[in-house]
């Protein structure tokens, strides 16, 4: 019994992981773990839930595709259900996919359809009578959001279809990316303009697929490869490999090789073929995609709730290594939080030398059973931090021993906690000083304050010597009480002090993202910066204006709300600005003029019923508008509560329309 506790344990753990994953990778492009490693997520519970039938749930993420909708798009529902691919890195499992296929349609060998399988994101693109209708994302598979302006942006898509004009409706399935080498270009530029770079392709494609504004979409180049079909009304297929001839001739996108084979062995010479020409192609490839040639057969194969029995992908491996697991340390992020790092005897993968890796979190350690001493196998895709797949048991030594998380924190003096429900220890309080530097350093980056002179070494003594205990003690540095330091002297002491001085007056996305709010980077906090263009409106904001804003997803809402909820944050924030001086305002000038409220300007009268004034004034700078004290002529709109006074008279005598509270919510789309 205490065994099948622990079994609906780790299925619930494993679902939950799963999940949490599914929406890093999806909605916060913020893939923390490489696809290998989520497919092995995938498959270990699959191989649980076969096991133990008596767990499996029909929300399962086994049994569902992932969901990629994001807020602020229309959901539009399929016509035929956008699946995803069951998929495997294995020969062996490749081979046992055309048994399956081979005792539901027969003994003779499967005539296949091999293609690259793209890494981006899959579209439905609706043609009506020959011309661009609509464009869908997959989202749950069943609905997905209508992102047709943005798709109208991708040049190589075309809008009318010579020749298709007497079909009724087709619907394309294909898959949205960004090319490589637009994609180091973009990165090159934010490089030049010292932004963070984007992670990788997909990633970027995605998070440019779901922008609100096209005209966003249009500056960077998406492309599409098209190689399905949903609905179709007026015409028939009868191959799979028809369409890519029908798709050419109407000018869509289409992959430039596909193999054509019979049985399953030429299937494994095509991969093989394929995997020798990959490097080559524009878009990114992951792996290889196997479907059934004759489109009767299909059907007759069928499908799960999931996916389609009559196609897989075969994933190419990402590049592993054998190394020794010398010791487990923790590291210590800016936010407190406790990461497991496996430090290795250095080992060459991919081209460059690996000397640690992650361990993500307890629970990981536990279900790996990762120990120190152990020899392991240590995996990097893409640009994802080196992680550590799994441990050769065989070569263990007799004598090792679990290894035990939190008896660890204990030993190094961590007073940490567990958050129920989260995989990550965090420590309580945060005067640790690796964490405090961690945060200083992060506070003083060029990517944050950009303080000249406050790098690593200098926060590490300021730090020590109990000079700065917190971010707000750099504002009250002497340059006397550098001169004891290592490398000081006068000079270089007074243009610290000076370098200091001036990151009063840094523009607020620099202060918004210094404070190190989790998953607010630089991107997001100037968003934030120019719709609420003080740090006064921005921790004063309600959380449905911060998830109106587009850029702003419900993850980061929460962190945000979070943040300015603690006591400890919103006094460092207050002194900031009091005492420490720092100006903490919206530098950038860059109008939304799509935003509802832009060019309107606002004036504040009297008590609201239910807002404060701050709020009624983040949630009118959050749409666009200005909001100003004084009634003129270039006043938009008078708000006026109970007791309003003299603003109000002149508003009525300069014939300025007023508002009551509901009318401003109605204005901002929020009754
Ligand atoms: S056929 C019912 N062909 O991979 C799904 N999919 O991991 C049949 N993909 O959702 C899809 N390249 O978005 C097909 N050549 C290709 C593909 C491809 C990429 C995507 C597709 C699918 C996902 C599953």
């Known amino acids: 019994m205490a065994e099948m506790n622990d079994i609906a344990q780790r299925i619930d753990r494993l679902r939950k992981e799963i999940e949490r994953h599914e929406h890093l990778y999806r909605i916060e492009n913020l893939p923390e773990i490489s696809d290998p490693e989520f497919d092995r997520l995938v498959k270990e519970l699959e191989e649980l839930e076969a096991e133990y039938p008596l767990f499996i749930q029909t929300d399962s993420p086994t049994h569902k595709v992932g969901d990629d909708r994001a807020p602020g798009f229309i959901t539009v529902s399929h016509r035929v259900p956008m699946q995803s691919l069951d998929n495997t890195y294995n020969k062996e499992e490749l081979f046992d996919f055309d048994k399956r296929l081979k005792r539901l349609l027969g003994d003779s060998d499967q005539e296949y359809l091999v293609e690259p399988k793209i890494d981006g994101l899959a579209i439905n693109l609706i043609y009506e009578q020959g011309k661009f209708v609509q464009a869908i994302t997959r989202g749950n598979g069943q609905q997905g959001d209508d992102v047709t302006a943005n798709v109208r942006t991708i040049r190589t898509l075309p809008e009318t279809l010579p020749g298709a004009e007497h079909i009724g409706l087709l619907e394309i399935r294909g898959e949205i990316y960004m090319s490589q080498e637009e994609f180091e270009w973009i990165n090159a530029q934010r490089e030049a303009e010292g932004l963070p770079k984007f992670m990788n392709p997909r990633n970027l494609a995605s998070g440019t697929l779901k922008q609100l504004d096209p005209k966003v979409v249009a500056k960077r180049r998406l492309e599409v490869v098209c190689y399905g079909l949903g609905a179709v009304e007026g015409i028939e297929f009868t191959k799979q490999s028809q369409l890519r001839e029908h798709f050419s001739s109407w000018g869509l996108p289409v992959v430039e090789r596909s193999w054509c084979v019979s049985g399953i062995d030429s299937v494994w010479e095509a991969i093989e073929e394929l995997d020798g020409i990959r490097g080559e192609f524009t878009y990114p490839t992951d792996g290889v995609v196997i479907k059934l040639n004759d489109l009767a057969s299909q059907v007759e194969a069928g499908s799960t709730s999931k996916a ?227 740090m006064g409106a921005l921790s004063q904001t309600r959380p449905e204006v911060l998830n109106s804003i587009d850029g702003i997803g419900p993850k980061m809402t929460e962190s945000l709300v979070e943040y300015f909820s603690n006591q400890v944050n919103a006094e460092r924030i207050q002194r900031l600005y009091q005492e420490a001086g720092l100006r903490m305002e919206n530098q950038l000038e860059v109008p939304d003029e799509t935003a509802t409220l832009a060019g309107k300007t606002f004036v504040l009268t009297g008590t609201l019923p239910n807002w404060t004034r701050d709020q009624a004034k983040a949630s009118i700078q959050a749409a666009g508008g200005k909001v100003t004290s004084s009634v003129s002529k270039k006043t938009s709109f008078v708000v006026a509560g109970s007791e309003a006074g003299s603003k109000l008279t002149k508003a009525q005598n300069l014939g300025i329309t007023v508002l009551d509270e509901d009318q401003l919510k109605e204005l901002l789309g929020e009754s």
């Open 308 to 534: 389609p029995r009559w196609a897989i992908s075969y994933k190419f491996a990402a590049e592993q290594a054998e190394t020794l697991l010398k010791e487990i340390t923790i590291q210590i992020g800016r936010t407190g939080a406790l990461t497991p790092v496996a430090e290795l005897e250095p080992v060459e993968i991919a081209g460059s030398k690996v000397s640690r890796a992650t361990l993500h979190n307890e629970d990981e350690i536990q279900r790996k059973d990762v120990r120190e001493g152990d020899w392991v196998v240590v995996e990097k895709a893409g640009e994802i931090i080196p992680a550590v797949v799994r441990v050769i048991t065989s070569k263990r030594s007799l004598d090792s021993k679990p290894f035990n998380f939190p008896l660890r924190l204990e030993e190094l003096g961590y007073d940490a906690v567990r958050v129920s429900g989260q995989v990550v220890w965090r420590l309580k309080s945060t005067e640790n000083p690796v964490q405090l530097r961690r945060q200083i350093e992060h506070f003083a980056s060029r990517q944050a304050m950009d303080i000249e002179g406050l790098g690593k070494e200098v926060v590490k003594q300021l730090v020590d010597h109990g000079l700065v205990r917190d971010i707000i003690d750099l504002y009250a540095l002497r340059a006397e009480d550098l001169l004891g330091l290592d490398k000081f002297a006068e000079k270089s002491a007074n243009n610290l002090i000076e370098a200091i001085a001036r990151s009063r007056d840094a523009d607020l996305w620099r202060f918004i993202h210094g404070l190190g709010i989790p998953l607010i980077g630089a991107e997001a906090a100037k968003l934030l910066s120019i719709r609420f263009g003080s």
